[in-house]
């Protein structure tokens, strides 16, 4: 048997782990959040509806959200809960979160029923392809609530 022939098995798992190697992955975007609503419940408490957007290009399981949430530049709250979400890739789904909102919050997004009242959130979405493959993603978000009409105490 000549070399070459040898050879050509080893040529052939070389050429099939080089093709192997080229298969595409699917990268992980980083996901954020961001509050979808705001609704004063009759107790004084607030629900927060936070949409988490996945931009991964799989499909992701959001496991738990931290948020603080400031309104008008004052503390309101922690948003803390479990999300238990799959989201599709490039989908997006919301989370219900309750907290007791400070005083100076409240007062803040009560003062002004007509314009836009100014919102951030910063912490952790803990988030990964699998249950048990997670992580820690760190989200920040600013943006506006205005009053929903026809809707009391409510805010989007």
Request: proline share 8%.
């Amino acid at each position: 048997m000549n070399r070459i022939a040898l050879l050509r098995p080893f040529g052939l798992v070389v050429a099939l782990a080089l093709l192997a190697a080229c298969t595409p992955t699917r990268p992980i975007f980083p996901p954020t959040a961001a509050v979808q609503e705001v609704r004063a419940l009759p107790d004084g408490r607030w629900r927060v509806t936070v949409r988490l957007q996945n931009y991964a290009l799989r499909s992701m399981h959001f496991a738990h959200v931290s948020l603080a949430l400031d309104i008008a530049g004052r503390p309101a709250g922690q948003l803390q809960g479990d999300a238990h979400l799959d989201i599709a890739e490039t989908s997006s789904d919301t989370v219900d979160l309750v907290i007791t909102p400070t005083a100076a919050a409240r007062t803040a997004l009560l003062a002004d029923r007509v314009g836009n009242v100014a919102y951030a959130i910063a912490g952790g979405v803990q988030a990964g392809p699998t249950p048990d493959a997670l992580r820690i993603f760190k989200v920040s978000h600013q943006g506006y609530l205005s009053p929903v009409p026809g809707l009391p105490d409510a805010w989007r």
